[in-house]
């Protein structure tokens, strides 16, 4: 079974960068499709961005030009570079793995299953 660690999120004002990573384990990392969860207080958890196996990249057009996804396939390792961050990408910050349909898909999860979560990691963007 896959696990999960994120990194400590963080306080950041408005216009400012954070990043955040997440270390797997238990699972064939390299061929796994991995992303990013967001889920803000009253909404549902949505994916924002995913990287496939071979270094493709999709991202939900709120964050597409402001997040970058990239992975270290010799570490196990995912990360989430956020620029430009807004007040309304308050929330907690999940990785796991993406199906495939889900990649292509984006969005909220409504109707996929996961097996596990990590603890996510709080981002806060306050002035």
């Known amino acids: 079974q896959v696990q999960l660690v994120e990194s400590e999120g963080g306080l950041v004002q408005p216009g400012g960068s954070l990043r955040v990573s997440c270390a797997v384990s238990?699972?064939?990392?390299?061929?796994?499709?991995m992303g990013w969860y967001r889920q803000a207080p009253g909404k549902e958890r949505e994916l924002v961005a995913a990287i496939k196996s071979d270094g493709s990249t999709n991202y939900t057009d709120a964050v597409n030009g402001r997040f970058t996804i990239s992975r270290d396939n010799a570490k196990n390792t995912v990360f989430l570079q956020m620029n430009n961050l807004k007040l309304e990408d308050t929330a907690i910050y999940y990785c796991?793995?993406?199906?495939?349909?889900?990649?292509?898909?984006?969005?909220?999860?409504?109707?996929?299953?996961?097996?596990?979560w990590g603890q996510g990691a709080q981002v806060t963007v306050s002035s």
């Open positions: 796991n793995v993406v199906p495939l349909s889900l990649v292509r898909r984006m969005g909220v999860i409504s109707g996929y299953r996961f097996d596990t």
């Open positions: 238990g699972s064939p990392f390299n061929f796994l499709a």
